[in-house]
């Protein structure tokens, strides 16, 4: 399964941006999807997560700021990003879990990485 990234770029901090995860394969079943980020010379965290059934969780930091959401008939993923701050400015990468057809009597889980969008938060 494949994951494609879009919707990175520059803005300016208070201002607001869409990502996009766009799944592809032969999918069964997506169960979880994610974002995490990370920031220059920092480690990867988990930004925001969604179940295949809606509940979601956030880093603090994001919390009442960004909203993650998912079209499960269209395997893609969102981050609607609000009232950005600098320290925004990382890599983000969404993550999708769940199954995936690998032929008619093999359904195995796959856990997979879109490339990566560069957000840009300017003072």
């Known amino acids: 399964v494949q994951l494609q990234a879009s919707g990175g770029g520059l803005v300016q901090a208070g201002g607001s941006l869409r990502l996009s995860c766009a799944a592809s394969?032969?999918?069964?079943?997506?169960?979880?999807m994610a974002w995490y980020r990370q920031p220059p010379g920092k480690e990867r965290e988990l930004v925001a997560g969604?179940?295949?059934?809606?509940?979601?969780d956030y880093h603090d930091s994001v919390k009442g700021r960004f909203t993650i959401s998912r079209d499960s008939a269209k395997n893609t993923g969102y981050l609607q990003m609000n009232s950005l701050k600098t320290e925004d400015t990382a890599v983000y990468y969404c993550?999708?879990?769940?199954?995936?057809?690998?032929?008619?009597?093999?359904?195995?889980?796959?856990?997979?990485w879109g490339q990566g969008t560069q957000l840009t938060v300017s003072s």
């Open positions: 969604i179940t295949s059934g809606g509940s979601t």
């Open positions: 394969g032969s999918i069964f079943k997506i169960n979880n």
């Open positions: 993550n999708a879990r769940g199954l995936y057809y690998r032929d008619s009597y093999h359904i195995p889980g796959f856990n997979s």
